[in-house]
């Protein structure tokens, strides 16, 4: 079993973008916006309006949720890479979650893992349907995802009742104890909680470029996602393993932002 060190609403017709506002919702928002601009009586009033409202409306940025179980901090680590590729791509923020523990203290104390980043929230279930894309991070055990990602998806029944999540893009990212620990493994047998949600699988391929075929340091990832070996749980993820994370950020936000435009 690998320490895997690292190891956290859209409807069904897509993801909103400005021009995708509903109707009914851009004119709450037009009336809003004329009614606080009638109280100034202004020469340019009719200008200052329309520069609100397209100010208002296109303001909206598609998140992607960057859900992450963490127990030593490598999975965490590259969780807030993916951010900052995220958030590169403009009109795009990237939102980070960690998931609920369910070991207990004691527990976690005699593994000695490190206490918790409280300033990332924990996720319900319910606040996926929020996301315009999902990248999910895990460590592995047995070459799988650990108990505690699989607890939460086994908590999205009622989202999987009613396909809300149907149409989402989403990824993984992964930590392994050992180079032969699950890299590709873990996120190819986790394929199967995106297949029953009718999620669209986003990997990244070998879209890296030269830094996939670098054989010159021990470096995690594969064409599923970015990854990081994490060792004895002592070992930090390398340049090399956090700019791959990064990549998949950004080539992540350019899908989802791509999709939104078409649909």
């Not at 992607?64 to 963490?70: E, K, Q």
Request: hydrophobic share 35%; aromatic share 8%.
């Amino acid at each position: 079993m690998g320490k895997g060190g690292g190891c956290v609403p859209s409807k069904k017709k897509g993801p909103l973008v400005a021009q995708d506002s509903p109707p009914e919702a851009t004119q709450g928002l037009r009336e809003a916006v004329i009614e606080t601009e009638q109280q100034n009586t202004h020469p340019d009033e009719p200008t200052r309006v329309a520069s609100s409202l397209s100010a208002a409306v296109g303001s909206t940025k598609l998140k992607i949720f960057i859900v992450f179980y963490s127990m030593y901090g490598h999975v965490e680590g590259l969780a807030k890479s993916l951010k900052k590729g995220v958030d590169i791509v403009d009109g795009v923020e990237g939102v980070l979650y960690r998931v609920p523990e369910i070991l207990s203290d004691e527990v976690l104390s005699q593994m000695k893992a490190p206490p918790k980043d409280e300033t990332v929230p924990e996720i319900t279930a319910a606040e996926l349907t929020a996301a315009d894309g999902v990248l999910f991070g895990f460590p592995t055990r047995y070459g799988a995802m650990a108990a505690q990602m699989k607890a939460f998806f086994d908590s999205t029944g009622q989202l999987w009742k009613e396909q809300k999540l149907a149409g989402k893009p989403a990824g993984f990212f992964v930590s392994t104890g050992t180079q032969g620990g699950g890299q590709e493994t873990t996120a190819w047998t986790a394929i199967t909680q995106l297949a029953h949600h009718g999620m669209l699988f986003v990997p990244i391929g070998y879209t890296f470029g030269p830094g996939m075929f670098k054989m010159d340091s021990i470096r995690g990832g594969s064409p599923y996602g970015a990854g990081v070996y994490a060792g004895d749980g002592t070992r930090e993820p390398t340049e090399t393993e956090l700019t791959l994370a990064e990549h998949q950020g950004k080539y992540m936000a350019t899908i989802v932002k791509r999709l939104a435009a078409k649909s």
